[in-house]
Every structure is written in C-alpha cells, then in structure tokens.
C-alpha cells in the first residue's frame, strides 16, 4: 500500500458545481496537510495548510482531515474554469525543517467546463 | 512566501551532456530542496541542498549524478550530469521560508534528453 493514495482522475464538471478531491493515507504519524494547485507549465502552488483534524476554510476552498479514517478532502464551491488544474495533496508528520519529509499524492487533474 | 525563479524553463540535450539548473530566491530562506516530478508519478524528492555543505541525498539519487550547490541563503543549483532520455523529466526547486512552514515551488525546468 502506498503512503498516499491520490485518484488521479481527470475529473471534468461544469461551471459552477461543488468539486470534492480526496487523498487517502496510510501513515496515522502524519499531522499536516497540505494541497497544492498546479497548472500547466507551472510550479506547484500552496493553496490550502491543515494541522490535525478539522475543516479550514478559504473562500470558496474548504480543506477537511479526517485523521480517525486517514482521508483528507479538498472541496472548491462555484467552480471556476480558472480552478482548471492539478491538485496535489502533501502531507508530513511533523513541521518541516531538518530531515522530515514531505509525501505527496500523484495529483488530480481537474477541469471546470464554461 | 517567496519569489523563486529558476533558470531554464526548459531545455533539450543530448545524451552524455550535463545541465545546471539554478535557483534564485528573493529573500533569505532556511532550506532549499530539489524535487523531481514525472508524468503520473508523485513529486520525488532528489536531495536536500545545505549552505555550505554538501547536499543530503535521498535514496536513489546520487552526488555524481546531481550534484548540487548551495553557496548562500538565497541560491542553488542543480545539475544533472552524463544525461540520458530517462532523464527527462520536470525538475522543481521548493523552499522552506522560515522553519516548519509548508514548501512553496519554483515553475521548474521541463528538461528533455534526446
């Protein structure tokens, strides 16, 4: 089983809709949360940063950790064709810094039809 | 966060020759990382880059391969040496700002060996 479990989709909704991502782990150790968005020909971009359980939320982006199921979901509201892009969730057991590392999914290619 | 730039967004080079990458920051940051990312493949992390010292290499990855430079707080670079088509590949710089913040990524060099 790999540490994480990301389904790599695509995933294709019409503009508007609510979009779920999820990510599935295998390491109860990990604490920290992350999603990042990357689009085409560009670097990942930190979007969402979780610590433990709990929802967060950022305008129309809720990030959820459910650490008893080891799931962690990224929810967009009202969609966007701009939200068109790779999400990758990361994760780590403690803050980063030293020899920690951060485990990162394989990424699911989102788009948003106009 | 920071302003990271990396230099080139892409390259073509033949088999047997080595490219160095390099990575400018636009503020000090407490550590820089090397990461590469393969279609359908998570982010891969290569090395650690330590100022002043050598890098800290991550299972499967090599100083005769990669060698890496980190000459200040700011700036380093990667080269990936004696290239072959498996090569090819994205490779990211990431950053650590201030310890134990989340990573934040360069747009990465798209490197493709003929």
């Known amino acids: 089983q790999k540490e994480v479990e990301q389904d790599p989709g695509p995933l294709s909704v019409p503009e508007g809709a609510i979009v779920s991502l999820n990510c599935t782990y295998s390491?109860?150790?990990?604490?920290?949360f992350m999603w990042y968005r990357q689009y085409s020909r560009k670097g990942p971009e930190l979007l969402m940063y979780?610590?433990?359980?709990g929802n967060k939320e950022d305008g129309r982006f809720t990030a959820q950790v459910d650490k008893s199921s080891k799931y962690i979901s990224l929810f967009i509201r009202d969609s966007q064709p701009s939200d068109s892009a790779t999400y990758l969730c990361a994760m780590s057991a403690s803050p980063l810094g030293g020899s920690e590392k951060l485990v990162f999914g394989k990424g699911t290619k989102l788009t948003v039809n106009p | 966060s920071a302003v990271i730039s990396q230099k080139p967004s892409r390259d073509i080079c033949q088999r047997g020759t080595s490219l160095t990458i390099q990575c400018q920051v636009d503020?000090?940051?407490?550590?820089m990382f090397w990461y590469r990312q393969q279609p359908g493949q998570s982010l891969t992390l290569i090395a650690t880059?330590?100022?002043?010292?050598?890098?800290?290499?991550e299972s499967g990855f090599v100083i005769d391969k990669f060698p890496i430079s980190r000459p200040n707080l700011t700036f380093s670079t990667l080269t990936v040496s004696n290239m072959s088509p498996e090569d090819s590949s994205i490779y990211l710089c990431s950053v650590e700002v201030s310890t134990g913040s989340p990573l934040h990524f360069g747009n990465g060099t798209r490197l493709t060996v003929t």
């Open positions: 979780t610590y433990s359980s």
């Open positions: 503020s000090q940051v407490t550590m």
């Open positions: 880059a330590n100022q002043g010292s050598e890098a800290t290499y």
């Open positions: 390491n109860s150790a990990f604490q920290y």
